[in-house]
């Protein structure tokens, strides 16, 4: 089971740190991602990490003001979002796959958390 909070209202150019928790043993073997689903539109990778966070992987759009870092002793991992835009505004969830192969894609992913919504004024 995947929790994920933080989210809440900022100003452009502010910064959020979402985090997701998660329950069970086995979440130092998984990848974890972040995905983003605006209103009206299709949900979109933002963020992936590797089972130990020594890897990475960023969407272009967030590249350089996002990091993604996982803490495996609390079960968690962290988005910190710095230089937030209006086109940031979304619901955001983070997600559990146990192969890392298609990471920038929704489908792979296993199990997912409710969501977390974030809005950012002009």
């Known amino acids: 089971q995947l929790q994920a909070s933080g989210g809440g209202l900022v100003q452009a150019g502010g910064s959020l740190r979402l985090s997701c928790a998660a329950s069970g043993r086995t979440f130092s073997s998984y990848y974890m991602g972040w995905f983003r689903q605006a209103p009206g539109k299709e949900r979109t990778f933002v963020a992936a990490?590797?089972?130990?966070?020594?890897?990475?992987y960023y969407a272009d759009s967030v590249k350089g003001r996002f990091t993604c870092f996982r803490d495996n002793a609390k079960n968690t991992v962290y988005l910190q979002m710095n230089s937030l835009k209006p086109e940031d505004t979304a619901v955001y969830y983070c997600?559990?796959?146990?192969?890392?192969?298609?990471?920038?894609?929704?489908?792979?992913?296993?199990?997912w958390g409710q969501g977390t919504l974030v809005t950012v004024s002009s």
């Open positions: 997600a559990a796959d146990t192969t890392g192969w298609e990471i920038r894609e929704a489908y792979e992913y296993d199990y």
């Open positions: 990490i590797n089972w130990s966070g020594r890897s990475t």
